[in-house]
């Protein structure tokens, strides 16, 4: 019975995923991408110790990305005299040359060794549309180069349990980008929800609401004093199981599974604010947890599983009752 089960979830996760795979609606980018990182001048003095310019604002997320254990660090840069408009907890408007940079890369305690940076990504808006490009670091750590069909980086990686692990960590192609950031047929940004920036953050000295420090700088412009709702941390072990397990879907899951993305013709619907029994967790437990365990979900950005991403999510799983 269990086989005959698993048989027909399987026909239907393909028969879902087809009928959003195709590349026909891809977007393709309205601008051309430079060859070179150092072209955006998002970093100033030796690119290698990440330290924004001037005009660059990093950016902190309550809950991140699962990305082979890679840590991230996370870039906005606006044009002069321009803002982010906000509108509720979700994703804010962009003004047209607005640059989002994410830069994957691994600490020198990670490989035992040197800080490895691997790749940065960079969403750039142009009339009113987003484009999408990867670069892929030199050895030497002075640059990084353009790369559209993707690449593999083997680095040695010790886990958080003390595992050493071998790692082809994967560069994506532009159109693995495509696939986790479509909505409605165009590119979107993922991570910067107001509800996901909605974090205090620790900048000389003091902690201040990183949202209130976006505003005093000017870059971000709100329509009122409305209260802007947080996305947890689903690495903060004081709060509940299930906001935990809903924060790591939202973030690592739910850019594909909701109504307007790779997976939405599947039965999730992953994102946070989605009522519970609008989100199909508990038809699919079974599903998530074998996909999961055997590192098919988060689908792409990943090569190995998350271990305790995957036991907080067994745990969340083992609540739901009928």
């Known amino acids: ?117 691997i790749e940065t990504r960079i969403l750039k808006k142009h009339n009113g549309l987003w484009n999408v490009a990867t670069y892929k670091w030199n050895d030497n750590q002075t640059n990084a ?11 040695t990686v010790t886990l958080p349990d003390g595992e050493r692990k071998q790692i082809n960590y994967k ?41 209130q420090l976006l505003s ?19 690495k903060n072990g004081n709060l509940t199981t299930e906001k935990r397990a809903r924060a790591y879907f939202e973030i690592n899951c739910a850019h594909c599974h909701n109504p307007n993305g790779f997976a939405g013709a599947y039965s999730l619907d992953l994102r946070y604010e989605n009522e519970f029994e609008n989100t199909g967790i508990f038809f699919n437990k079974w599903n998530i947890e074998h996909r999961m365990t055997v590192r098919d979900m988060p689908k792409l950005g990943t090569t190995i599983v998350d271990k305790e991403g995957l036991k907080l999510i067994q745990d969340y799983l083992k609540t739901l009752k009928k």
């Open 1 to 117: 019975m269990k086989s005959g089960i698993t048989s027909l979830l399987f026909c239907f996760i393909l028969i879902a995923c087809s009928s959003n795979n195709g590349k026909e609606g891809f977007s393709k980018n309205n601008i051309k991408f430079p060859d070179s990182l150092s072209s955006f001048h998002l970093f100033k003095g030796n690119m290698a110790d990440l330290i924004p310019a001037d005009s660059v604002q990093a950016l902190e997320l309550s809950s991140t990305l699962f990305t082979d254990y890679a840590e991230k660090q996370r870039l906005l840069k606006l044009p002069t005299g321009t803002s982010i408009k906000g509108k509720g907890d979700g994703l804010p408007d962009f003004p047209d040359g607005a640059i989002l940079a994410k830069t994957f890369y691994y600490t020198a305690k990670q490989t035992e060794g040197k800080k490895k940076i």
């Open 145 to 155: 180069f353009l790369v559209n069909d993707g690449d593999k980086v083997p680095v």
């Open 171 to 211: 560069i994506p192609t532009v159109y693995d980008c495509y696939d986790c950031h479509r909505s409605n047929n165009e590119l979107t940004p993922i991570g910067p929800k107001l509800h996901n920036l909605n974090v205090d953050i620790f900048i000389q000295g003091k902690t201040i609401p990183q949202l």
């Open 216 to 234: 005093n700088k000017g870059l971000l412009s709100l329509k009122g004093h409305e209260k802007i709702a947080k996305l947890p941390s689903y």
